[in-house]
């Protein structure tokens, strides 16, 4: 680590519905890290019959000397407004932390952490590891990456999910959170918020540690009601800032993944959804 020992870190997980994913895929991965955490807070957006199970999972697996913390997202209402009760908890009691994001789905390589503390820096506010996707069971080429800019998450993803973002809390807070206007695009929406910051420092680790696990049945490659809406939104949000080529990207990426229409987009009334 160069110029801090050992900053507090939070893991951050939100989950619905995942609890066998949760038991044998990302909580035994995050158990299996080389660098302890100073707390892991789990927030649960499940059906309330997924509850009991899911908290009994989580406390077997996370030692007590993590800190684990549990809490109930009665509301249902989505990953984003999890993840901020998370980041609200840690306002209230650890504002000064790291926080670490785990997808329910998706697991971390062992040395995860550890490599993303040890690239702390004292003016760093964020350090994003490298990512590779995993599609119905077979390893996708992973992306070179070695910089972000908001045109990149203007017209697509470049390799930002929520599983490999490191990020101080501060950082989280000046940008207000996640948008819980969105229903989804959150990961794209928070990237392009924090870039157009001016002192928003961030370092990229290209190793990898992070597998990000998609079945073509989840929402993300699904014409779903929920897909739709989320890309509606997004474009509503920022096509002003996109310039032609993003707008182009963006709209061939829609068709491309989710089958959406550039008329949707051009015709669309966010009112009617």
């Given at each position: 680590?160069?110029?801090?020992?050992?900053?507090?870190?939070t893991?951050?997980?939100?989950?619905?519905?995942?609890t066998?994913?949760l038991?044998?895929?990302?909580?035994?991965?995050?158990?299996k890290?080389?660098?302890?955490p100073?707390?892991v807070?789990?927030v649960d957006?499940?059906?309330?019959?997924?509850?009991i199970?899911?908290q009994?999972?989580?406390e077997?697996?996370?030692?007590?000397?993590?800190?684990?913390?549990?809490i109930?997202?009665?509301?249902h209402?989505?990953?984003?407004?999890?993840?901020n009760m998370?980041?609200?908890?840690i306002r209230?009691?650890?504002?000064?932390t790291w926080?670490?994001i785990?997808?329910d789905?998706?697991l971390?390589e062992?040395?995860h952490?550890?490599?993303?503390?040890?690239?702390?820096?004292?003016?760093?506010?964020?350090?994003?590891?490298?990512?590779q996707?995993?599609?119905?069971g077979?390893?996708?080429k992973?992306?070179?990456?070695?910089?972000?800019?908001?045109?990149d998450?203007?017209?697509?993803?470049?390799?930002?999910?929520?599983?490999?973002?490191?990020l101080?809390y501060t950082?989280?807070?000046?940008?207000g959170?996640?948008?819980e206007?969105l229903?989804?695009t959150?990961?794209r929406?928070l990237?392009?918020?924090l870039?157009?910051?001016s002192?928003?420092?961030?370092k990229?680790?290209p190793?990898?540690t992070?597998?990000h696990?998609?079945?073509?049945n989840?929402l993300?490659?699904?014409i779903?009601?929920?897909?739709?809406?989320?890309m509606?939104?997004?474009?509503?949000?920022?096509?002003?800032?996109?310039t032609?080529?993003?707008k182009e990207?963006?709209?061939k990426r829609?068709?491309?993944?989710f089958?959406?229409?550039k008329?949707?987009f051009?015709?669309y009334?966010?009112s009617?959804?």
């Amino acid at each position: 680590m160069n110029s801090l020992k050992k900053p507090h870190l939070t893991i951050l997980i939100a989950t619905w519905n995942r609890t066998e994913l949760l038991r044998k895929r990302s909580l035994p991965s995050l158990r299996k890290q080389s660098f302890a955490p100073s707390r892991v807070i789990l927030v649960d957006n499940s059906e309330k019959k997924f509850h009991i199970q899911n908290q009994q999972i989580f406390e077997k697996c996370i030692p007590s000397e993590w800190n684990p913390v549990y809490i109930k997202n009665s509301c249902h209402q989505g990953n984003a407004f999890s993840w901020n009760m998370g980041l609200e908890w840690i306002r209230n009691n650890t504002p000064e932390t790291w926080v670490a994001i785990l997808d329910d789905d998706d697991l971390w390589e062992p040395n995860h952490l550890e490599l993303c503390i040890n690239a702390v820096e004292t003016n760093l506010d964020c350090v994003i590891s490298g990512i590779q996707t995993v599609l119905d069971g077979t390893l996708l080429k992973p992306k070179n990456i070695d910089q972000f800019t908001v045109s990149d998450f203007l017209s697509g993803n470049p390799g930002w999910e929520g599983s490999n973002t490191f990020l101080r809390y501060t950082a989280f807070e000046e940008v207000g959170f996640f948008d819980e206007d969105l229903s989804c695009t959150h990961d794209r929406d928070l990237a392009i918020r924090l870039l157009s910051n001016s002192k928003f420092k961030y370092k990229i680790v290209p190793k990898i540690t992070v597998k990000h696990f998609i079945e073509t049945n989840r929402l993300s490659l699904t014409i779903s009601p929920k897909k739709k809406v989320g890309m509606i939104q997004f474009w509503n949000k920022h096509n002003s800032k996109m310039t032609t080529l993003n707008k182009e990207a963006f709209l061939k990426r829609a068709k491309d993944l989710f089958n959406l229409d550039k008329e949707l987009f051009e015709e669309y009334v966010i009112s009617e959804i």
